[in-house]
Nanobody
């Protein structure tokens, strides 16, 4: 059974940085594509970024390109989301997700495994 645990959220001023981490308890971490989604109050969950099992392919939402970087360390069963130049509109609960094939879909229903989420708040 796959369990995902996010960490690293918090309060930061606009223009600042945060790094989110997500540990995947699955036995073959490199078999899973990993993704980050976010959900702001009153809004639908939206895609942020995803990375293939090997780390060789990535995908980003247009709203975060050039500011966020997704990476993974397969030796540590961990995926990261480095967030720079944060904006107030980045405020949301950030969720880690996992799937067993490398189709990096932006649709939340395409990801069967989810973490509990971590709050990111960017003040202006």
């Amino acid at each position: 059974q796959v369990q995902l645990a996010e960490s690293g959220g918090g309060l930061v001023q606009a223009g600042g940085s945060l790094r989110l981490s997500c540990v995947n308890s699955g036995r073959t971490f490199s078999s899973y594509a990993m993704g980050w989604f976010r959900q702001a109050p009153g809004k639908e969950r939206e895609f942020v970024a995803a990375v293939s099992g090997s780390g060789g392919s990535t995908r980003y939402a247009d709203s975060v390109k050039g500011r966020f970087t997704i990476s993974r360390d397969n030796a540590k069963n961990t995926v990261y989301l480095q967030m720079n130049s944060l904006k107030p509109e980045d405020t949301a609960v950030y969720y880690c997700a996992a799937k067993l094939n490398n189709v990096l879909t932006s649709i939340p229903s395409g990801w069967p495994y989810w973490g509990q989420g971590t709050q990111v708040t960017v003040s202006s």
